[in-house]
Structures are given as C-alpha cells and as structure tokens.
C-alpha cells in the first residue's frame, strides 16, 4: 500500500513542487522566448493532458525527437506529468534509426520537430498506422497534431498521475554492443535522486547555460534540468560556436559553465586569448563525460585561476557516481587530470580484477559502481543486464581504474568498444553495418584514432571489390549520410586490399592501426 500515493515523490512532483515554489522567476531563456516557472508549469500540465486525451496511458512510451530548445524540456515533462515514459532521440536521426527505435521501444506515440517532417511522418504512419504523432504543424491527412494547438486547447491536468519511484521515467538509447541501439530505462527514482542531488549544490540566483544534447542524460538528467529543480535559470543559446556561446554567458551572466568536450574546450581558450570577456559572474567551470587532458586542464588554470573546476564521472547507465573539484589556490591542482574524485551523497565505487574480486588502493583494474542514479534495465535485453550487474548488484562499467589512498578514483583506460567523439558516443558496428552495406565494400572494420580537437575520430578502413572504383571515399560518405546521424559518420575512410586477422578468425584491429599509421605517413609524404 502506498501513503498518500497522488501526491507522492516522484519526477513529475519534484519538477511542479519547483516551479510553484518559484513561481514568478525566469527558469528558461532563449534568443527568441523564456519561460517562467510559472508558464512552464501551466503548459507542461496542458501537454500532459493533451496527451491523455489522445489516448496515452500511465507506462506508455513516447518518443521525443526535438532539438535543444524551450519546446524539448516543455515536452519531456509534459510527457513524464501524463505517466508515459519518455524516450528522448537525437533530432538529426535517420528514417531508419527513427523506426529501429519506434520498433525497439513500442512506443506509442512521438512528439517531433524536424525538418524532414513530412518524409518522417509518412514512413512513421506506413509502418505505425495507430501511432500517436505530435509535432510542429498539424496534417489532417497524416493524422498529426500540432504541439502548440494541443498546449492552447487542453484543459491543466487534471490530477497528479500516480506513479512510484520505482517505476520507468525515461528511457536513453545508446550504442549496442551489436550496432543496434540499446535502450537504458532509468526510474522515477534514478531521476530524483540525481536531480535532488545537483540541485542541492545550486541556488536559485544561479544561471546555467545549455550546451550538450538534451536528448542524452548529460544535457538533461545532469545540470540542465537539475538548475529548474533548483529554482534557477537555464539559458539556450541559438547555436553551438564558441562564439554565440561566449557571447551568451556575457550577455546573460552566466554562473555554471560545461567546457567539454576537448574541441571545444581548446576553441574557447584560444577565443579568450583573442578577445576581451568579461567572465567575472561565472562561478565554476565544469567538465564530464571524458578524459581530460592535463594540457586542457593547466590552460584553464592559468585563465581562471580563481574559478573551481569540478570534474565529474557518469555515463547514461548512472549519472552523478563520482566528482572532484579544484579550488583555487589547492594544492590539489598539481594532481593526474585523470582524477574524477569520490563517489557522491548514496553512490560507492570499487575496483576489481577479471575474476571479481576487489583489489587494493593504487591497483588498476575493472571499475565497479552502485548509485541511487542506476539505471533499471536495458529495454528487452535481460541478457546484457544479467552480464553488466554483478549478483551483489554491483554495475561494471566498462572503464578501468584506480583509488588513491583516499579514496579517489582515477580513469585509467576504457574497456568498451564505443568511441567517444566531440562530446558524442558512438558504437562501431553500427557505422561498419552501414558501410557494409554498400555495394562495392567486402570487408570493414571502424574504430576511434585520437585526435587532438575530437578526442577520437571514427575511422573507417575498407576493402573493395572494385579497389580502382572511382571517387569511392565520396560515394562512402554519401552512402553513410542516407543511413548515419552526422555525428557518426568517418572522420577519415582508408581503403586497403586486405584487412589481417588473428588466429580465431577476427580482424586483428592493432595490426589495422599500423597500417592506417603507414597510409596516413605515405599520404603526408605524397602532399609535401
């Protein structure tokens, strides 16, 4: 039995006890629009009943395919306030990735904004005939609803939707082991506890800005949605340069501000030795999601050398798991860059050997996390959840590590396959899925090569059957454009006559490094 249960804690209660708390404040802020708690709430309650009303269920899943915007977070808690689940995607996926998702997730309905809507909706109503759509401009002949005339002609809602802590709030798809998306649900709980977490270390004079990708749990689920709990602002900038970002936390006092990943981090440092800012108001600097390098790292000392800079590690599976923060003048900031501190309020980390067992302070192996912030599940792969928790419920997180004396983890290397580009994930079989498919390719393999700007660059090496076929890198990129998000396409495509393979059968990838190394010399030869 549950006590009191219409009003108990759960997302949706945590976002609307905030907002009437702060009512009359400005809790988001565009170039063309804002928010205040108050407008937040009455059109968040308005899309929640819409959604009712069109037909959704407490437990249903709703698809979000929106770009970083006041109309994303005003229907991702919409959807949370009706009971569904939401299901946020990138805004640039691909008519295949979209249906893959829609197939994967059953989702039950979509709330969109893109450019290719009408393509979009007519493949979503061919394959999804019952399928609830939402998106910027209604069609009659399609079936669709306009966001804005369900927020102007729904009645607020009506009562609080009954919805535990242990039930489902959303769901992030990342890259499978496979190439297929892998969905991550993560629970009323997971939510709030992150959420309540990070609030706490804000106030509600604080500004934030929003950089990452709202459709990933690190531009939702961490600062940006914690900053509306707390009360304060979040501000969307236009667009991602360097240059409308500095411009946006000048002009609008920003206090908390996300550096990664290292593109822009070095883009922002060489735009403050070029140009005049005032960046008196900031109050922290911030970084996650990533290694960072020491050269990074010093550089931002130098230029803020009285702002902390704290440094957190998480992932979609748990947010929130560990932090580290430099204050000024500490002896702490001649420590390893790949220190990512201790583990926060409920969250404990461990470190083990390929047997399990737990290994002392200062030895590096498999790194071990349990956190509140734990994801539930992964959607339909009971499998792959049986294999990632332990059956003391320990979480392997794929990364490898070590504690200090005191308990401070350092990321000493991954284990996981998944490349990390620009700030993005992104998992190899599924940019070699799609290369396998064109015509002329025999073999692949796709993997990530450091680089200085993209921290790693996807890579693709291919053998053809056709190695004098004309223009064949353009024809690849072209190919991959129709089926990949531009985020995963090849930074670099090398073609060979032979991929090597070890004894068992697999492409041996060290021994591909090596000869992508010597084609890359050949080719710096040949240009100088």
Request: overall charge negative; some cysteine.
């Amino acid at each position: 039995m549950r006590l009191n249960s219409l009003n108990q804690l759960n997302a949706a209660s945590l976002f609307v006890a905030s907002a009437h708390r702060f009512w009359e404040k400005i809790a988001l802020r565009s170039a063309s629009e804002e928010r205040t708690y108050s407008q937040l709430e009455d059109r968040t309650s308005r899309i929640a009943q819409g959604l009712i009303k069109a037909g959704l269920r407490p437990g249903d899943r709703v698809v979000l395919m929106m770009p970083n915007g006041i109309q994303f977070i005003e229907a991702w808690w919409g959807i949370v306030r009706s009971g569904a689940v939401v299901i946020p995607i990138n805004a640039l996926a691909t008519k295949n990735e979209l249906v893959t998702i829609l197939n994967v997730s059953k989702a039950s309905g979509i709330i969109m904004n893109s450019k290719d809507q009408v393509s979009l909706c007519h493949e979503i109503r061919k394959s999804f005939p019952e399928m609830i759509i939402i998106a910027n401009e209604s069609d009659e002949k399609l079936k669709i609803s306009a966001l804005e005339d369900i927020v102007q002609a729904s009645p607020q809602l009506e009562m609080p939707i009954n919805i535990g802590l242990e039930d489902p709030c959303a769901i992030y798809f990342t890259a499978g082991s496979t190439g297929q998306p892998k969905g991550i649900v993560r629970s009323n709980q997971s939510v709030v506890w992150g959420l309540g977490m990070l609030a706490r270390t804000l106030s509600s004079e604080d500004i934030l800005l929003a950089r990452a990708p709202m459709a990933h749990t690190g531009g939702s689920l961490t600062g940006p949605f914690a900053i509306i709990i707390a009360g304060g602002t979040l501000i969307i900038p236009s667009n991602t340069s360097v240059e409308c970002i500095m411009d946006e936390v000048q002009k609008h006092q920003v206090t908390h501000l996300y550096v990664h990943p290292t593109i822009f981090a070095k883009k922002m440092l060489q735009y403050l030795e070029e140009n005049n800012c005032n960046l008196s108001h900031i109050k922290k600097l911030q970084w996650t999601a990533g290694h960072l390098p020491e050269s990074i790292r010093d550089e931002i000392f130098k230029i803020f050398p009285k702002i902390p800079f704290e440094v957190t590690y998480g992932m979609t599976e748990a947010s929130n798991i560990a932090s580290f923060e430099y204050l000024p003048n500490n002896p702490s900031r001649s420590i390893n860059a790949n220190c990512v501190g201790y583990p926060l309020l409920g969250a404990g980390i461990r470190i083990v050997n390929q047997h399990g067992i737990e290994m002392s302070r200062g030895d590096t192996g498999a790194i071990e996390i349990f956190t509140p912030t734990a994801f539930t599940c992964y959607l339909g792969d009971a499998e792959s959840a049986q294999q990632s928790i332990t059956k003391d419920g320990w979480f392997h997180t794929g990364d490898t590590g070590h504690l200090d004396e005191n308990g401070a983890l350092y990321l000493d290397g991954r284990t996981r396959e998944i490349i990390n580009t620009g700030g993005m994930s992104v998992q190899p079989a599924e940019v070699e899925n799609a290369l396998a498919e064109h015509d002329q390719v025999v073999d692949v393999i796709v993997f990530g090569m450091s680089h200085p700007e993209w921290d790693e660059a996807i890579t693709a090496v291919v053998t053809l059957k056709d190695p004098n076929f004309p223009d064949i890198k353009i024809d690849l990129m072209e190919f991959c454009r129709q089926k990949l998000a531009a985020y995963k396409l090849p930074k670099n495509i090398f073609i060979t006559t032979e991929l090597p393979r070890n004894t068992s059968g697999k492409i041996d990838k060290k021994r591909v490094i090596k000869i992508v190394l010597e084609l890359e010399e050949l080719i710096n030869q040949e240009e100088q």
